[in-house]
C-alpha cells in the first residue's frame, strides 16, 4: 500500500483523473449492474425469512443512485476541468473545481452513512447459515464493493483535491 501511496502522490493530474474515470468508475459501472441483480435475487428467494434483505435491497439501491449521479456530475464538471488545469494552468480553474466539488459533499457524506448502515444490518456482510452461494457471493461482493468506493472517495480527497488545493493556494 505504501508504495501505492508514493506512486499516486507521482501521478500527473492527468493519470489520477484517468485512473478514477478508467479503473474505478469502470468497475462501478459494471459491479453495480451485478449487485441490483444479485440482491433483488437473494430478497426474492430469502426475503420471507430473512426480513432485513428488503433494507440491505433498499440502502444498496440508494447507494448506487447516489454513486451513478455522483460519477455523472464528475465526468461533466470535474474531472474535464482537472485535465484542462493540467495542461493550462488558470486560478479560474481550480475554483469552479472546488466550487463543484463542494456540492458533492453531501452526497458523499451519505454514501458513507449508508455504507455504515448496510454494514451494521449485515452484520458484516456475514451471510446466514441458511442462506445460499449466491447469497454469501453478494455479500462478498457488497463488501469488496464498499471497499472499493472508500478507497475511491479516499483516492479523490486524500491525492486529487488536495493537490489541486496546493495549486490553488499558490495564487
Known amino acids: 500500500m505504501e508504495n501505492k501511496i508514493v506512486e499516486l502522490q507521482n501521478e500527473s ?3 489520477l483523473v484517468n485512473i478514477i474515470s478508467n479503473v474505478y468508475h469502470e468497475y ?8 441490483s441483480t444479485l440482491t433483488t435475487t437473494i430478497l426474492k428467494v430469502h426475503g420471507k ?4 434483505l428488503s433494507k440491505v435491497h433498499r440502502i444498496y439501491h440508494i447507494i448506487q443512485i447516489n454513486l ?6 464528475e465526468g461533466i464538471n470535474i474531472l474535464p476541468l482537472v485535465k484542462i488545469y493540467d495542461r493550462r494552468p488558470r486560478k479560474e480553474l481550480l475554483e469552479e473545481i472546488f466550487q463543484e466539488k463542494n456540492l458533492l ?19 458484516g456482510y456475514s ?18 464493493f464498499e471497499s472499493k468506493v ?22
Open 127 to 144: 451471510a446466514p447459515k441458511d442462506g445460499c452461494a449466491t447469497y454469501d457471493r453478494t455479500y462478498e461482493i457488497l463488501k469488496e
Open 150 to 171: 472508500l478507497e475511491y472517495i479516499h483516492l479523490e480527497e486524500n491525492y486529487l483535491f488536495p493537490r489541486l488545493k496546493e495549486e490553488l493556494n499558490k495564487y
Open 13 to 15: 493530474l492527468t493519470n
Open 105 to 123: 459533499k453531501s452526497e458523499e457524506d451519505n454514501i458513507d452513512n449508508l455504507f455504515e448502515d448496510l454494514n451494521k444490518i449485515t452484520k
Open 28 to 35: 462501478f459501472q459494471k459491479e453495480m449492474k451485478n449487485i
Open 68 to 73: 451513478v449521479q455522483r460519477m455523472i456530475k
Open 49 to 52: 425469512d430473512h426480513k432485513e
